[in-house]
């Protein structure tokens, strides 16, 4: 037996397993490792470009024409019936009335803008009621006005009377709505007051247009008349044939102002429910008042105007000092201005 256990120990070969190289090991580690960085770094990249194209995807939204807090007329918590102490709505005292501000800057097309709405059957838009200076001379005062135009108790050649669906009037940034915005936001959303911002890409014609304007209130070039809007072409042409002069010293900051002002009205108003139109964007494509009227709760109808756009065509045919405005904002973030913008 013992013979027997010696010769299986001499006879049977034994082999065990090589032992791994660490290197060997090392390197399994490594290239693993190495898969996996890079495959996390893919990942990354990947999400940062989503986040970055994200981002610049709202930066675009934000130059189109936008309607922000946008809010069906069923899902808006204030439905009003006024009750007029200076007339009686009659069969229309069970319909609700909804308020409205359009928010803008002088020479923006809020004029145009305005009559579009006052062609609807149901809009009394007011005008510019915050031009006098008595009615903003506090906050007391400025309410006062406020409750008027809402309570239907404002008349004007736009009143709709019993039978308005959606009334407001223009409030340019100008007239107290800045230095009192915290009171004025505070009234919009506890009465229920959606904000209309209506701004102007080309700052540069808009200043062309306060230029012209400024200056025919004292030359009256149409007869001896003073006119801020026309309804004819021959009118347009007339006040047309002024070119003003642009300070271009002072151009960069004061067109850097204007966006500034602009950018914190935005700012201030962003709680309320608004929306935000462009005037160039409107000349271009009038279908987007259909967006306004639902956004007021209204039926939504064709709507016109009678007035003619006086600056037609190239800038370059309405400013006197052309060359040193060009000069100026040629290489600018301003130099798209110089271009025309919409359809003449």
């Not at 256990?5 to 390197?27: A, E």
């Not at 069970?94 to 709405?117: C, D, K, Y």
């Not at 608004?274 to 008042?289: A, F, G, P």
């Amino acid at each position: 037996m013992g013979e027997d256990m010696c010769f299986f120990n001499k006879d049977t070969l034994i082999i065990n397993p090589p032992k791994k190289s660490p290197v060997l090991l090392r390197m399994v580690v490594l290239m693993f490792a190495m898969v996996c960085s890079v495959y996390i770094c893919s990942l990354c990249l990947q999400q940062i470009n989503t986040h970055a194209r994200s981002k610049f995807q709202n930066m675009q939204d934000m130059e189109r024409p936008v309607l922000n807090k946008f809010i069906k007329l069923e899902e808006i918590p204030h439905l009003h019936y006024p009750k007029p102490t200076t007339f009686s709505r009659a069969e229309c005292a069970h319909n609700p009335v909804q308020f409205f501000a359009i928010l803008s800057i002088q020479r923006s097309g809020s004029g145009w803008f305005e009559t579009l709405l006052n062609s609807h059957i149901n809009v009394s838009s007011n005008g510019e009621i915050f031009s006098v200076k008595d009615r903003r001379k506090n906050v007391s005062t400025i309410e006062q006005t406020l409750d008027k135009v809402y309570n239907l108790d404002w008349l004007s050649s736009a009143s709709k009377n019993q039978c308005s669906a959606a009334v407001g009037f223009k409030w340019m940034l100008n007239q107290g709505l800045m230095e009192h915005h915290e009171e004025i936001v505070d009234y919009f959303n506890r009465r229920g007051v959606s904000a209309i911002f209506l701004l102007r890409r080309n700052l540069l014609r808009r200043i062309v247009s306060v230029l012209a304007n400024s200056y025919d209130r004292y030359a009256k070039l149409l007869n001896g008349t003073h006119k801020s809007h026309v309804h004819t072409q021959e009118e347009a042409d007339t006040l047309s044939k002024y070119k003003p002069s642009i300070n271009s010293t002072s151009l960069i900051s004061d067109l850097k102002q204007m966006k500034v002002t602009a950018a914190k009205a935005l700012e201030y108003f962003n709680s309320t429910r608004h929306m935000i139109l462009y005037y160039e964007d409107l000349v271009k494509n009038q279908t987007i008042l259909n967006g306004v009227q639902e956004f007021l709760g209204l039926p939504v109808m064709a709507l016109t105007s009678r007035q003619v756009k006086i600056h037609r065509g190239r800038l370059s045919d309405h400013i006197k000092n052309w060359d040193d405005v060009n000069k100026t904002l040629t290489g600018t973030i301003y130099e798209s201005f110089l271009q025309a913008d919409y359809q003449s």
